[in-house]
């Protein structure tokens, strides 16, 4: 078992920033991948970002690409996503995930990921 808690969101401006920290703690040595997803209201959860925990390898969705930045800290087990030049639509909750399959052809697929945290609110006002 994977337990993972994310923490960081909050109400920001538009333009502002937001570093969002997700630590994993028991079984972590099993998982292959960290990633990020986000729901908004009446959306579906949708992928924003993953990372490799060796190698370091990162995927981002189109979306955030060039604005969010996600890595990680193997040492205290710990996952972090960076969003600068924040906007109104990056309104949602934000979902750190576990992927325990070594496989990359299914990184950004919701259903790949084994384990999940409860989520942190992330608003952004115009």
């Known amino acids: 078992q994977v337990q993972l808690v994310e923490s960081g969101g909050r109400l920001v401006q538009a333009g502002g920033s937001l570093r969002l920290s997700c630590a994993a703690s028991g079984r972590t040595f099993s998982s292959y991948a960290m990633g990020w997803f986000r729901q908004a209201p009446g959306k579906e959860r949708e992928f924003v970002a993953a990372i490799t925990w060796r190698g370091g390898s990162t995927y981002y969705a189109n979306s955030v690409k060039g604005r969010f930045t996600i890595s990680g800290d193997n040492a205290k087990n710990t996952v972090y996503l960076q969003m600068n030049s924040l906007k109104p639509e990056d309104t949602a909750v934000y979902y750190c995930?576990?992927?325990?399959?070594?496989?990359?052809?299914?990184?950004?697929?919701?259903?790949?990921?084994?384990?999940w945290g409860q989520g942190t609110q992330v608003t952004v006002s115009s």
């Open positions: 995930a576990a992927k325990v399959r070594f496989t990359d052809w299914d990184i950004g697929s919701r259903t790949a990921y084994d384990y």
